[in-house]
């Protein structure tokens, strides 16, 4: 067996620096063990790493599209916030009165028993802060392109208020027009998905039987306040009336907030304005008041559980890791007990052997780091690849090394201790 040489000695101490090299010595002479004992680690670091970073995009994705085209939206749903929060859909719920709702604790159902009216909306473009106010009737209807039909969710609009309401530009043609009671505004998905990515601009679409030209496309959205507009056809509010049957009920109140003005200010002056308006107090409040903000805090929360979630699971195998570490440095430990005993002959201290041994396993620990840190980069580009969100930040790199790090301590704590407790005479005798 080859031992590591006998360090210099100056009056029986050695300097950190010293000991590190010394390690470093003892790590190179078993090298195939080492490297096991690194892989364990690394594969342990690269899965918390990459497992963790998808929360990270996740919450990063919808925190961009949040902060962006959309951000002074408020939305209005019928439905207590009490009983979980925030809806994510356009409109009218089609799932017997209720509809799915994200809150600050998860999903949930938001009942939806009580209606919002034209005229409170109406009355709600007096409220300080409010640019304006579009009262949206939502339903689902059979739509047919030549010899394609799809159903798809019809929106009806106020053309004063659109495309502003959606949280999407106009990418070609142009918006709604309250004199035009026949045109349509459609979703990028109505084009690209639903009929064959044929250029829907200008043709015409039959709606539940009825004719509508096609007038303007929107932008790309995906899920954003006021709803996911892909897949959506917007008409104009007052053919929405009759086209639904619907002159007095709203599906929701999307309410504009003002530049300058702070969105969620505004967001409490309408709740306060709809309290008085239905003469409820907060506690039997049955409507829900919903901004980016709030949408992003419920958000936040479902990912970073998400995060802990997937973090916890790939953290069972950094313990496995921590196990090989622990294994190899007891092994260590006993093929060197005569280089213990000669090295505390030559007057080593048990504190200075003690040292010795954890730098050997935090060495191991901050190798497997490191390479199972460049690892999950390459890892979160696959993922990002195969179309998971996936983002790597400083933290979450410095938290896969102290991970590793600590690892590696823990791991050669026992046998750094059984290594400096070695008696002299004993170790020397060894064989």
């Known amino acids: 067996m080859k031992e590591t040489p006998p360090p210099r000695q100056r009056g029986g101490a050695m300097s950190d620096i010293e000991l590190a090299e010394l390690a470093l010595n003892s790590l190179r002479y078993r090298s195939l063990r080492s490297w096991l004992a690194v892989l364990g680690i690394v594969i342990g670091v690269a899965s918390v790493v990459s497992l963790i970073s998808i929360s990270v995009g996740m919450n990063s994705q919808v925190s961009g599209s949040l902060s962006g085209v959309g951000a002074n939206i ?114 990028y998905s109505v084009q690209e998905e639903s009929f064959g990515n044929v250029s829907m601009l200008n043709k015409q679409i039959k709606i539940g039987g009825s004719t509508f030209r096609v007038v303007g496309i929107l932008n790309k959205t995906g899920t954003s306040l006021s709803g996911s507009s892909d897949r959506t056809i917007y008409i104009t509010q007052k053919r929405a009336k009759t086209f639904f049957n619907q002159t007095d009920s709203v599906s929701k109140i999307v309410v504009i907030a003002k530049d300058g003005a702070d969105p969620d200010e505004v ?53 496995v890791g921590g196990i090989g570490v622990a294994n190899a440095m007891f092994t260590s430990v006993l093929e060197q007990t005569r280089y213990i005993g ?73 046998p750094a201790r059984n290594a400096s407790s070695v008696a002299p005479v004993e170790a020397l005798r060894y064989e």
């Open 74 to 187: 408020i939305t209005v749903s019928p439905g207590g916030s009490r009983a979980t929060g925030m809806g994510f859909g356009g409109g009218a719920p089609s799932d017997g009165g209720q509809r799915m709702a994200f809150s600050s604790s998860g999903l949930g159902r938001t009942t939806t028993s009580s209606v919002l009216t034209f005229d409170e909306a109406d009355k709600l473009s007096s409220v300080e802060g409010v640019w304006k106010v579009d009262a949206q009737i939502t339903s689902r209807a059979t739509v047919v392109f030549k010899n394609r039909n799809s159903s798809l969710t019809i929106v009806g609009t106020d053309p004063q208020a659109f495309p502003d309401s959606v949280g999407s530009a106009i990418m070609t043609g142009k918006s709604l027009a309250t004199s035009d009671l026949s045109t349509a505004v459609i979703g």
């Open 267 to 319: 967001a409490t002056a309408v709740t306060e304005k709809l309290l008085a308006l239905r003469r409820l107090t907060e506690a039997k409040q049955d409507f829900t008041v919903t901004t980016a903000t709030s949408m992003q805090e419920a958000i936040s929360s479902i990912t970073n559980t998400l995060g802990i979630f997937l973090g916890g699971i790939a953290s069972i195998s950094l313990i």
């Open 342 to 414: 000669l090295l505390k002959s030559l007057g080593a201290r048990r504190r200075t052997i003690m040292k010795l041994f954890l730098y050997e396993a935090c060495m191991v620990g901050l190798v497997g780091g490191i390479i199972g840190v460049a690892l999950s980069f390459v890892a979160s580009v696959a993922l990002s690849y195969f179309g998971l969100p996936s983002k790597i930040t400083l933290d979450l790199v410095l938290l896969g090394l102290g991970f590793s790090l600590a690892m590696g301590a823990i791991s050669g704590l026992i």
